[in-house]
């Protein structure tokens, strides 16, 4: 029976390397027995934000990942507080993000054998 | 049954998401920088047992009997994660 891992980024898409690194990571997976799902929170959610590039600083895109998700079918959630915390109103929808609330996080963990906080 | 590891103090944005998820049954380990929680009013809510790795709180200039927290070596810390299927952290 597959495990199901979900990986946690609450780091900014811009300046930190993470929210790339859970994608990247989670597409790895599927080549082994693991189901993958990716959460973002926090400062996390600003990846979702349909103008966020970090490429403008020269910083790896997270668009790039968009691809991948598509194919994979690879669940992300985004918590819905944090989004408007950080002011995304225009969420890209090429990441196919199931919003959340905060209150519904015990519950999403509960759903997975490993979560693993990036 | 999880094994909550909580890494970094009070003021990062994820440790208190780990924390409120607790369940009963689950059981919550602070280490390293973690073990600041011991003297936040927060742990009181906990809803699942909660330990601190010695080492690290002492290494931070507390005193076993400042705070009502129980201490355990990396030894205890290997056996809880061998016994929890789950992991949060």
Not at chain 1, 60 to 77: C, E, H, I
Not at chain 2, 25 to 35: E, H, I, P, T, Y
């Amino acid at each position: 029976m597959s495990k199901k891992v979900l990986f946690v980024v609450y780091q900014s898409p811009v300046g930190s390397i993470w929210v790339n690194e859970a994608f990247r990571t989670a597409f790895g997976m599927y080549g082994e027995d693991v189901e993958p799902s990716i959460l973002l929170m926090s400062e996390g959610v600003v990846a979702l934000a349909r103008e966020c590039k970090p490429e403008k600083l020269g910083l790896l895109s997270v668009k790039m990942v968009q691809r991948y998700v598509k194919r994979y079918g690879t669940p992300v959630y985004a918590v819905g507080e944090d989004l408007d915390t950080y002011g995304v109103r225009d969420v890209d929808e090429g990441f196919s993000a199931q919003i959340i609330r905060k209150d519904e996080l015990p519950e999403l963990f509960r759903q997975h054998d490993y979560v693993i906080f990036m | 049954m999880a094994l909550i590891l909580i890494k970094y103090g009070p003021d990062h944005p994820a440790e208190g998401v780990k924390l409120s998820s607790a369940r009963e049954g689950d059981c919550a380990v602070l280490v390293q920088n973690g073990v600041y929680w011991a003297a936040c009013d927060a742990l009181k809510d906990a809803k699942c047992p909660v330990y601190a790795i010695k080492d690290d709180f002492l290494a931070r200039g507390y005193e076993e009997e400042q705070l009502d927290i129980e201490l355990i070596d990396y030894d205890a810390l290997v056996e809880l994660i061998e016994r929890n299927e789950g992991f949060l952290g």
